[in-house]
């Protein structure tokens, strides 16, 4: 940590390649900004129900 600021030589190396305020943003933890908990949430819920319902009652064709 550099001035208050994590991976700092990281930051300073693409600096020259990245907007300044991407380059020097704060850091954000993934599963506050970065949508994934959401996501992986409704992929579980969309198992659950699949997991949980009743056995299909349509009749089985070919007998």
Do not use: C, F, Y
């Not at 943003?25 to 992986?40: D, E, F, I, S, Y």
């Not at 409704?42 to 089985?60: G, N, Y």
């Amino acid at each position: 940590m550099h001035a208050g600021r994590e991976k700092h030589h990281l930051r300073l190396a693409v600096s020259d390649h990245l907007p300044h305020r991407i380059a020097w943003r704060r850091k954000v933890a993934v599963h506050h900004g970065g949508g994934l908990q959401a996501g992986v949430i409704k992929l579980l819920a969309a198992d659950a129900q699949e997991w949980t319902a009743p056995p299909s009652t349509a009749p089985v064709s070919g007998s």
